[in-house]
């Protein structure tokens, strides 16, 4: 090793063949990861800033870690309902978002699709005990909601209810669409014994369903301040940790979570978040 001359004219250590090279090289690429490694911190800190609020664990597993998945299941397990209930409140909790129930001057406003049982109704009452407006859709209008929760009636497969819905809430700014109807299907069908009715009514509820109230009220929710669409994901709609059971309901999942990924893209530009 020999010295070299940086450009300012001072000697340095480095490449006999390249004078000073190694040294000011080295430097130059420990300032850029350096750069690098912050641009990345806070680029995630701001994409689960908003995110990680709505996040929450499916299919009733633990969660691990102050960090938990974008996942949580739109269908209970089947379980007394006596035991249902701490149930629905814990997995609510973890779901439901942290916002102040203000945006400005005006109350935060959620659409809740699939608010009348389950988690969906567990949302809407605890974000209406939250301070927010909450609207509740549900496919019968004989089903009791919480106090302070909008009625709504819509099936989601029902491309002329969903039509009026939006018609009916057109001048109403949705910080939070929350996509959360869904059905799990029939369970244990195996390969040669295929229910296929079966199967695409599941794929019509949780996916096309999610996809035609998203594509409804996509003003609604651009209109807004926080500009947020949440849809029930699973944690059977994992490529990865596939079990090879309830295929219907996982093959859902999976779609549903692409439709996530498509819509994010798409809507990046009117600065509304799909998660």
């Known amino acids: 090793m020999g ?11 480095g490449d006999p063949a390249r004078p000073g090279l190694r040294v000011a090289w080295r430097r130059q690429t420990g300032a850029a990861l350096r750069t690098h490694s912050i641009r990345l911190r806070d680029r995630k800190r701001r994409q689960s800033g908003l995110a990680g609020r709505v996040r929450a664990c499916g299919d009733g597993e633990r969660c691990r870690g102050p960090r938990r998945r974008l996942a949580a299941q739109d269908a209970l397990p089947a379980r007394e309902d006596a035991r249902q209930r701490p149930y629905r409140r814990r997995r609510a909790r973890l779901v439901r978002s942290d916002f102040s129930y203000r945006t400005g001057s005006r109350l935060s406003t959620i659409l809740v699709s699939g608010a009348g049982r389950g988690l969906g109704l567990e949302l809407a009452r605890q974000y209406a005990a939250d301070g927010w407006r909450v609207i509740g ?8 909601l919480p106090p302070g929760v ?26 939070v669409l929350f996509c959360n109807a869904g059905i799990i299907g029939k369970r244990a069908m195996a390969l040669g ?3 296929y009715a079966s199967w695409e009514e599941v794929l019509r509820v949780n996916v096309l369903g999610a996809a035609a109230l998203a594509e409804a ?14 849809m029930m994901s699973s944690r059977l709609g994992s490529i990865t940790e596939s079990s090879g059971m309830t ?18 893209a798409n809507l990046a530009g009117k600065r509304v978040i799909v998660v």
């Open 150 to 175: 909008d009625r709504q009636i819509a099936d989601v497969t029902d491309r002329g209810q969903i039509a009026s819905l939006a018609n009916a809430i057109r001048e109403v700014q949705l910080d």
């Open 3 to 13: 010295e070299g001359r940086r450009r300012d004219g001072t000697r340095s250590r």
């Open 217 to 230: 009220l996509i003003d609604n929710v651009a209109a807004s301040k926080l500009k947020v669409i949440a």
């Open 193 to 195: 014994s295929f229910d």
């Open 247 to 264: 295929l219907p309901y996982a093959t859902s999942k999976a779609a549903l979570n692409m439709l996530v990924k498509g819509l994010a």
């Open 137 to 144: 859709t549900v496919r019968d209008a004989k089903v009791k």
